[in-house]
């Protein structure tokens, strides 16, 4: 998984999802190299936390969103009309919005959209429904699922 992390005025900004086959660039100032390295944590250990400062841009309903996202535990998933529910209105419009605001979300990782999925399957991932993105989406879900957390019991 490769990542481009962009800053303004001392906080991130942005974090996006690179093609495999991008070339490495390093960090242009210490922010970034900060944000690289707690991102290489989460890559070895899904309970890593963060401690960047953010600067987080959009609407209050976007907003209410990334909120929303950021309650659901490592390893478990939320549908989009599971959230737009929790947010007032089941409605397919809420739900929709929902699916808007998670392909919206500039610092993925950080606000953990991944965690929102279809009902009927895993959903898009930062506005595409194939491709890299949608591999980076299942490796995250993947990563965040400890096997004996759902071991069977007798």
């Known amino acids: 998984m490769k990542v481009a992390v962009a800053t303004?005025?001392?906080r991130v900004v942005g974090i996006r999802y690179l093609p495999l086959d991008s070339a490495a660039i390093p960090a242009k100032?210490?922010?970034?190299?900060?944000?690289?390295?707690?991102?290489?944590?989460?890559?070895?250990?899904?309970?890593?936390k963060f401690d960047l400062p953010l600067l987080i841009e959009g609407s209050e309903f976007q907003k209410s969103v990334w909120r929303a996202m950021c309650a659901i535990p490592r390893g478990r998933t939320r549908t989009y009309g599971?959230?737009?529910?929790?947010?007032?209105?089941?409605?397919?419009?809420?739900?929709?919005?929902?699916?808007?605001?998670?392909g919206d979300n500039?610092?993925?990782?950080?606000?953990?959209?991944?965690?929102?999925?279809?009902?009927?399957?895993?959903g898009?991932?930062?506005?595409?429904?194939?491709g890299y993105l949608i591999e980076v989406?299942?490796?995250?879900?993947?990563?965040?699922?400890?096997?004996?957390e759902f071991a069977l019991r007798p």
Do not use: M
């Not at 500039?106 to 895993?122: E, K, M, N, S």
């Not at 898009?124 to 194939?130: K, R, W």
């Open 8 to 10: 303004r005025d001392g």
């Open 124 to 130: 898009g991932f930062s506005h595409s429904t194939e």
């Open 137 to 148: 989406k299942r490796w995250l879900l993947a990563h965040e699922i400890r096997p004996e």
């Open 82 to 102: 599971e959230l737009a529910s929790e947010l007032g209105d089941g409605g397919f419009e809420t739900a929709r919005a929902v699916g808007q605001a998670c």
């Open 29 to 48: 100032n210490a922010l970034a190299e900060k944000a690289a390295r707690q991102l290489e944590r989460y890559r070895e250990d899904p309970d890593a």
């Open 106 to 122: 500039r610092l993925p990782i950080v606000i953990p959209c991944h965690r929102v999925v279809a009902a009927d399957g895993i």
